[in-house]
């Protein structure tokens, strides 16, 4: 038995290895088919998902019903493959730029900006599109042709009174923040216009307005302080702007993660990398060569960061930083408007600048009070509430005293003498704004308010919100002052 046993042994070994083998090339098997039902599984998933994007966007999928809303015919505007209006203005941007290809495989540099064929190029493709959109008005195309003509003309080789007259007119197109949204958030606190939305209108309105105000400044600084390409320079400055909302949508949504919520004085934090990034976009993307980027840097990360603690119910911490920002506001405003006032030089103040300046701000306001009336002609607002709605785009004076000086501080910068008398123009028509509009306008929107809005009734008003539970809201510090804006 012992000599057999000894003998078996070794082939049971033997076989039990082969086993042992079997086994573990049958598992690798599964486990590689297993892998492959993933991947093949995967890649099923990812293969619909595909083709459920592209159906989405393709015309054959999605017909046009027999009676389609205004939002159905849009979208099927811009379905695939493209047809109609949107196929014929690509076929036009493709054929421009097969155009300016050629050109430029021709003459080469001569092509480029801001040389003869360039500027031929950007003549004969905006004589086009200004015939075009005058022919859709039932007027000879040839008229849209002359006048686009003029005003390419007037953007390639612009000169110093077009540029910085056009830095001027932007500069005294904003409407002033610190004037406008207490008064507006005051009334909204009171019932009044709130069941209509005119507080929220007026205030989403301003705001808009402001960020296209600097950004057309911020491209016309540019072009009038351009020492290259007056073409890069013209469209270096919505780049710059777009830039700058990008960068701010970062940085907000940063804000909405960090600091973590179990992190120890997170609200300071909070408030401290909001100031960091704004002063970074306001002093640093200047020294990049990026001046239109960081007002919209500064504006877009504290809209998007407030809108996510919105979402987060973060209303300490909106409560916090707005009482904190309010106390440097409070000390950073007599600063700011003081420091722009010891700019002028009232005794070299010539009375042209003084007559033409003021005409000039009449006018415009005349003429943006009727534009403002008739914008909210097609809603529900009575006529009252129409004329409150001009009203309110009257005031003028925070951005003016943020811009009005940068012309004059970059001649100076630049040691540019014709500069600097323009320069000096552009401020104190910036001055005799806020000194005009401000106090006018404060005073029509606080004693007409009530008078041409009509006030909610308390029980249809909106509960108390998070952000009032510990009091009544806050506007720059506190209502009482209010009257110091005025």
């Known amino acids: 038995m012992d000599s057999t046993d000894e003998q078996q042994r070794p082939d049971f070994v ?145 000169n110093i009174n077009n540029s910085l007259s056009a830095t001027l007119r932007f500069t005294i197109a904003a409407v002033s923040p610190a004037v406008v949204l207490p008064c507006l958030l005051h009334f909204q606190d009171c019932g009044y216009g709130v069941d209509k939305g005119i507080p929220t209108l007026l205030i989403a309105a301003a705001s808009i307005d402001d960020v296209l105000a600097i950004t057309g400044f911020g491209v016309m600084i540019g072009v009038a302080f351009s020492e290259g390409s007056i073409a890069l320079a013209f469209f270096k400055g919505p780049l710059e702007a777009l830039l700058g909302a990008f960068l701010g949508v970062v940085f907000g949504v940063i804000l909405w993660y960090f600091p973590a919520m179990q992190q120890e004085n997170r609200f300071f934090l909070k408030g401290f990398i909001l100031l960091a990034v704004g002063l970074m976009g306001i002093l640093g993307c200047p020294r990049l060569d990026l001046p239109g980027a960081g007002p919209l840097l500064c504006l877009t990360t504290a809209f998007v960061a407030a809108a996510g603690w919105r979402q987060q119910n973060e209303y300490k911490c909106l409560e916090r930083i707005s009482d904190s920002m309010s106390i ?58 129409r004329l409150f709605v001009a009203m309110a785009w009257l005031p003028k004076a925070t951005v003016q005293a943020a811009i009005g000086s940068v012309a004059l501080s970059m001649a100076q910068e630049k040691k540019k003498t014709l500069f600097k008398q323009y320069g000096d123009v552009i401020l104190d028509v910036a001055v005799l704004s806020i000194l005009i509009s401000a106090p006018l306008g404060a005073a029509l929107i606080i004693f007409m308010g009530p008078r041409l809005l009509t006030k909610a009734d308390p029980e249809t008003l909106p509960t108390e919100t998070p952000e009032s539970a510990t009091g009544k809201r806050k506007v720059y510090g506190e209502q009482k002052h209010l009257s110091a804006i005025i």
Not at 122 to 128: A, L, V
Not at 359 to 370: D, E, F, G, M, Q
Request: aromatic share 14%.
């Open 14 to 158: 033997h076989d039990q290895e082969l086993y042992d083998v079997r086994v573990q090339s049958e598992s690798e098997r599964v486990k590689r088919n297993d892998a492959d039902c993933i991947n093949d599984g995967f890649r099923s998933s990812f293969y619909k998902k595909c083709l459920h994007c592209l159906d989405s966007i393709s015309r054959a999928k999605n017909p046009l019903p027999e009676k389609p809303t205004i939002g159905q015919k849009i979208r099927y505007t811009f379905l695939c493959p493209p047809h109609g209006i949107v196929a014929t203005y690509l076929t036009t941007i493709i054929v421009f730029g097969l155009l300016f290809c050629f050109l430029w495989s021709v003459f080469g540099v001569e092509a480029e900006p801001p040389n003869t064929f360039f500027e031929i190029w950007i003549h004969f493709m905006s004589s086009i599109i200004g015939g075009y959109i005058v022919y859709l008005c039932g007027l000879p195309p040839l008229l849209g042709m002359l006048i686009m003509g003029m005003l390419t003309q007037a953007i390639l080789n612009p």
């Open 328 to 385: 440097l506001w409070l000390i950073f405003q007599p600063l700011l408007f003081g420091l722009i006032g010891a700019q002028m030089e009232i005794d070299k103040i010539s009375a042209d600048t003084i007559y033409y300046g003021v005409a000039s701000l009449i006018i415009s306001l005349s003429v943006r009070t009727c534009v403002a009336f008739c914008c909210v002609l097609g809603t529900n607002f009575f006529f009252k509430e």
